[in-house]
């Protein structure tokens, strides 16, 4: 009997096994933490591009519904003095409009007849970020702005590009819009799978 007893106090793991099993988990970790990090960005970059895609369609829908407004998709780089974060507003008036990216939330659609409809906002601390690629952007009668009225596309602007970016993984990609109206998502580096190459 008390050989038995013997074997089964035995059976356990000793301390040098158990630190030996936790190092291991550790490595472990270690080396699959850097993977699950960039994944999850490049998930973060694909959930913002297809929310900054969904601003134009419903800028286009709600101008449809709109009459006697126009629809205004504000793209201004936000200044340093009023945040760190990229922004796309989405906002209706008849003249003036002064609900843009590039003013505080104290000023924002303060004068005018201007009224914000949906707004996206990312903090710089997320490590995603948009922005308009100013190299390519032919805009009409404001910069950073493409302004929808029902019954008509806005021929006057054409070649918008956002550039949605992962800080630390380096994914990237485009939302183009051109003047026909039509919004595309693209891979310009092939970095995200199931997107098409930008050409």
């Known amino acids: 009997m008390s ?15 158990m630190l030996v099993g936790v190092a291991i988990v550790g490595v472990l970790l270690a080396v699959a933490t850097p993977s699950l990090t ?7 970059v694909v959930a913002t591009a297809g929310e900054v895609a969904s601003f134009f369609a419903q800028a286009r829908s709600e101008s449809a519904i709109q009459e006697g407004y126009r629809v ?8 340093a003095s009023v945040g760190a974060f990229s922004c796309l507003r ?8 002064v609900c843009g990216c590039d003013r505080p939330a104290s000023q924002l659609c303060a ?3 201007g ?29 950073y702005l493409v302004a929808f009225t029902r019954g008509a596309y806005p021929t006057d602007v054409s070649d918008i590009r956002i550039v949605v970016k992962g800080v630390k993984s380096n994914a990237l990609l485009h939302v ?12 310009p580096d092939g970095s995200i799978g199931g997107f ?3 050409s």
């Open 115 to 143: 009224r914000l409809l949906r707004e996206y906002v990312l903090p710089h601390a997320s490590s995603v970020r948009f922005a308009v690629d100013e190299t390519v952007a032919r805009w009409g009668w404001s910069d």
């Open 176 to 187: 183009e819009f051109n003047n026909a109206g039509r919004v595309r998502t693209c891979s």
């Open 72 to 79: 205004h998709l504000h793209m201004e780089p936000v200044p």
């Open 196 to 198: 098409p190459a930008c």
């Open 38 to 44: 960039n994944m999850m960005e490049r998930r973060r």
């Open 111 to 113: 004068v005018g007849q």
């Open 90 to 97: 989405l906002s209706t008036a008849a003249n003036t409009d």
């Open 3 to 17: 050989r038995r007893c013997s074997r089964l106090l035995s059976a356990g793991l000793t301390l040098v096994e």
